[in-house]
């Protein structure tokens, strides 16, 4: 099956959505570059996946998607949300339109920025600005990248100030339905702040469409910053998503993912370990179905001394799915005394479900510690003939084995919040 490549967008409709959102004039400009770019570049080439055949382009790109109440979204949106309380922080955007932005006074008292990324242009232009695909990302990487650039539609602005710790989760929940999703997430944590940030995509849209998602964040010397997300989008629905981060000296980043979309997936978690004794923990999960085909790529940069950085992964393959899980740890030629580890684990429970682990250390300083653990096999035959035996059926049996097999990752999440969420959406996936 051939899919068309050309983009169906030109300057002038990027021109009049810009304009029509009352963007500054900078952000125009950087839109009219990344698509004027975006077709010479080719697309991203994840290892051992072939993507030239998925459908990155063809989708609809709204310029009037308005969400007239917050009532209106689909229950599993507001149960996400919660009930309205004062001190919730909290943005909900259905089709990169707020439904609900809310930030407690305790919060905001605090100097702490948190709204939708439309907004944050018009008052927060300059700060926007500075960080806005500017170390973490750049827009001539890769022509959905650029893409990312011109059509985007939606986000999030996080701005943690110096000595500022954020005590409460700062939540945003995603609804995809009937256009196309260019979101873009940037959270800065200042010297020696802290945050926690839990994002959650959702959505079942009628037609094929495209999630091109991107998340950049910036840990100054001393920050911390926790950030977890559980994707859930369905099967029509085809991922692209970026997270990375740049983390400076003695700050810690925390990743904590759970990616469980239903459609075909491209995913790339980058951490920058840029500060001496700066740390890194990421952590994955994720459960393929049906003949979906997914590529998760984690990679973590030691260019600081004393920078540790920890991967773990963990992934189930029913049915026909495929996943490829690569890890790489890069250890900088000066960044002694760094640690770098990783585990990527696939377990695969049908004849037909295919996974690959690929764990790789790339090091070019001696005096460091470096390790990695992976493994792919099938589902023990012992252990379900020892859950049947005391009357389980084999679909039950099958559901305590993936789970007990996701838990040593899924018990060491840092946000409970998303833990919780986890646990669900992983129940879902198994029924």
Do not use: C
């Amino acid at each position: 099956m051939s899919v068309e490549t050309k983009l169906a967008f030109d300057q002038e409709y990027v021109k009049q959505f810009s304009t029509g959102r009352g963007e500054p004039e900078w952000l125009l400009n950087f839109r009219l570059k990344a698509l004027d770019i975006a077709e010479k570049l080719e697309l991203p080439k994840p290892d051992k996946t072939k993507i030239d055949k998925w459908n990155f382009t063809q989708f609809v790109h709204r310029q009037d998607v308005t969400v007239s109440s917050f009532d209106d979204l689909d229950d599993e949106v507001k149960g996400l949300a919660g009930e309205v309380t004062n001190e919730q922080n909290i943005i909900v955007q259905k089709d990169g339109v707020s439904a609900r932005v809310q930030l407690s006074d305790s919060v905001k008292q605090q100097g702490v920025i948190f709204t939708d990324l439309a907004t944050a242009l018009k008052e927060h232009s300059q700060l926007v600005e500075k960080y806005f695909m500017a170390d973490a990302v750049n827009v001539d990487e890769n022509r959905l990248i650029a893409l990312h650039a011109a059509l985007l539609n939606g986000g999030t602005f996080i701005y943690v100030p110096k000595n500022t710790e954020v005590t409460v989760p700062l939540q945003t929940v995603y609804n995809v339905t009937d256009t196309a999703l260019f979101n873009h997430v940037i959270v800065v944590a200042e010297e020696n702040s802290s945050v926690t940030y839990v994002e959650n995509y959702v959505g079942s849209p009628a037609e094929a469409t495209v999630a091109n998602i991107v998340a950049e964040v910036y840990a100054a010397a001393g920050a911390r910053v926790s950030f977890g997300a559980v994707d859930n989008l369905s099967e029509n629905v085809t991922t692209y998503v970026v997270r990375r981060a740049q983390v400076g000296r003695d700050a810690r980043v925390d990743w904590a993912l759970g990616q469980m979309n239903d459609g075909n997936t491209v995913s790339e978690n980058t951490t920058h370990l840029v500060g001496e004794g700066s740390y890194a923990d990421t952590k994955t999960v994720t459960i393929g179905r049906g003949n979906q085909k997914q590529n998760f790529t984690t990679q973590i940069f030691h260019h600081g001394k004393h920078s540790e950085g920890y991967i773990l992964k963990h992934g189930v393959m029913r049915e026909e799915a495929t996943a490829i899980f690569n890890g790489i740890t890069k250890i900088e030629h000066g960044a002694s005394k760094s640690n770098g580890e990783q585990t990527e684990r696939i377990l695969m429970l049908s004849e037909k479900s295919r996974g690959d682990a690929n764990p790789i250390l790339l090091i070019d300083e001696d005096d460091v510690t470096a390790g990695h653990a992976a493994s792919v096999g099938r589902i023990d035959p012992l252990q379900m003939f020892y859950l049947m035996s005391r009357g389980i059926t084999q679909k039950e049996a099958e559901r305590l084995i993936i789970h007990g097999f996701l838990a040593p990752v899924v018990n060491q999440l840092p946000v409970e919040s998303v833990k919780e969420r986890f646990t669900e959406v992983i129940e879902r996936k198994v029924k």
